[in-house]
């Protein structure tokens, strides 16, 4: 149980492009769900959270223009780079909120290479 | 001073070690208490949760948290090269909005 897929895995683009990337929980509904970004040998940075049916709440320093986040579905959030150039490149993952509020499921990430 | 402190290593065992990991946190009101293993180019994969002090084993690991101490361990027994991954703890204080203050991960090596 409590399985979260991502989609792409993988996803090289060109600069200025915008990229679509997909969260979904498999097996459960989520309420929240959260958006991160990993830079290589580092821990987790949180970019933002995202609640079903509303707006997302950005973590400070993220620019929520560039970083288009839609959680349309107790299944699905997307994340959108828009506009994505190098420094963009980056390891990006989600996580789906279960149990009682107090623990994250993560999928398995999300690669972007902008050239 | 982080939240939550966990030394990034790394460690480099031998086949059969045990492994021990650790975090101290300084927020007393965490409650609930959990492990993550991420391999190279994955995302974390829930290993161990725990709530409140006390030990508790799955296999061959085993979850410890000492409240008072404001301390949590994981230990990995007969350790094996499959277990090569960084382990980063997490904390919450289950107020229902799922949110994780993380450690900085340790990055373990097991040496076939």
């Known amino acids: 149980g409590a399985v979260v897929s991502q989609h792409p895995s993988r996803v090289i683009c060109k600069s200025g492009t915008s990229v679509k990337i997909e969260c979904r929980s498999l097996?459960?509904?989520?309420?929240?769900m959260f958006w991160y970004r990993q830079f290589p040998k580092q821990s987790l940075m949180l970019m933002a959270t995202?609640?079903?049916?509303?707006?997302?709440?950005?973590e400070q320093g993220v620019e929520k223009d560039k970083f288009l986040i839609n959680h349309a579905s107790l299944t699905l959030s997307t994340l959108t780079v828009t506009s994505a150039h190098p420094e963009d490149s980056s390891f990006y993952i989600c996580s789906a909120g279960s149990g009682g509020g107090d623990t994250q499921y993560f999928g398995p990430g999300t690669r972007l290479t902008v050239l | 001073q982080k939240e939550v402190e966990q030394d990034p290593g790394p460690l480099s065992v031998p086949e059969g070690a045990i492994v021990s990991l650790n975090c101290t946190y300084s927020?007393?009101?965490?409650?609930?208490f959990m492990w993550y293993r991420q391999y190279s180019r994955k995302g974390p994969e829930l290993l161990m949760y725990?709530?409140?002090?006390g030990n508790k084993e799955d296999g061959r690991f085993t979850a410890q948290v000492d409240k008072s101490s404001k301390y949590i361990s994981l230990f990995i027994r007969d350790s094996q090269p499959s277990d090569s991954a960084t382990y980063l703890c997490a904390m919450s204080v289950g107020s229902n909005d799922y949110k994780l203050s993380f450690g900085a991960g340790t990055t373990v090596t097991v040496r076939a």
């Open positions: 995202s609640n079903e049916g509303s707006k997302a709440t950005y």
């Open positions: 725990t709530y409140s002090s």
């Open positions: 927020n007393s009101a965490f409650q609930y």
């Open positions: 097996d459960f509904q989520a309420t929240t």
